[in-house]
């Protein structure tokens, strides 16, 4: 039989295993992207997202298509690169988070700003799935702002 403190410790390990996993993994999620955010591509193609929402609809009028997206790409990289950095230094902690929830936030509103966002296949409504994830790294998000580790 397993004591009360074995217990503890293995439920204490497979905790911090998980939440380093998801620490990392969403670190590497929004390098990633935020990486590809250079690109041509990129940049065009979050163009519907940006120039229909209520917060964003004004910086085409003073940036570029390109140089809003570097824009941010580079608040990505910088929030991926506080989430790694939190792991040694925990007063980073609080401001990952805040980028996190702050941006995600941004983009899982962009599902009800962007027209034609929504559409019925087969009879059950269906969205561009790539923003969902956004719903998991916001929840990821606050958990970072509680955790006082």
Partial sequence: MIGTGQTT???QSTYTLGYYISLFGAAL?????????????EAAAIKPLVENHFLTFFVY?????Q?????????EII???????????ALLKRYAGIGMV???????????????MWKVVDGVPVTDFFILKDLMLLGFGFMILQNKK
């Avoid at 009028?61 to 298509?65: A, D, L």
């Fill in 29 to 41: 999620i929004l390098l990633w992207i935020g990486i590809f955010k250079f690109t041509p591509t």
């Fill in 79 to 89: 929030i991926a690169l506080l989430l790694i950095f939190s792991a040694k230094f």
């Fill in 61 to 65: 009028k003073v940036m570029s298509v």
């Fill in 9 to 11: 410790r293995k439920n």
């Fill in 67 to 75: 140089a809003v997206s570097n824009l941010i790409g580079a608040i």
């Fill in 102 to 116: 702050v941006t995600f936030l941004v983009t899982l509103s962009y599902l009800f700003t962007t027209p034609g």
